[in-house]
């Protein structure tokens, strides 16, 4: 009931809390990000408990209300760093924003190598390691989902720098995942569909 909801709101973080952690590193790749953002999720669920609907569950909920706040924080993060692009990287990426060459030796399918937890803790590892702006567009375009008109708006970047910053964030992306997964492999097979899954537009 409502009531209990308000009078025990510990109980969000003890049910809820390792779940929307995770979720939040997994968007963010900043452990005390994760951590402040997650607190803010329930400060505000609790400041709007009035309005849980018990149409969803309370982690479904409380999902919704973090991705809200993960996009705040992307919002007041593009305000203290630079979003200059730099120097366009597009000669690996077709005017489709496809790969020209795919990396090396991603023969096995999307969802084979994101089942294999090794894979996916070095995906993370790579997101972390890009610069922020980098970070802030491929995430709110390939994990969030985003439009790229709202992800302008949200960074209050334009257009052509939305893409020269995508491209970049996928070059990067690449050379690490290749470096860290992969080993400099070459004789490489064809990447079949997770270059489509991770790297397309």
Known sequence: ML?????????????????LYAFAVSRLHNETAAEDIVQETLL?????SHKFSH???ERTWLT?????KIIDYYRRASRQVSLDSGAADNDLFDEEGFWREYPADWSATPERLLEQKEFREILQDCLAD????????????????LEAKEICEILNISSNNYWVLLHRARLRLRGAIENKWFGKKTGAKTL???GEFVFSN
């Open 192 to 194: 079949n569909q997770l």
């Open 3 to 19: 009531a209990t909801i308000k009078e025990n709101p510990i109980q969000w973080l003890e049910q809820h809390g390792d779940y």
């Open 44 to 48: 505000a669920a609790l400041q709007t």
């Open 130 to 145: 890009l610069p922020k702006n980098l970070a802030a567009v491929f995430t709110l375009r390939e994990i969030e989902g």
């Open 64 to 68: 919704a209300i973090l991705k809200h």
């Open 55 to 57: 149409n969803s569950s």
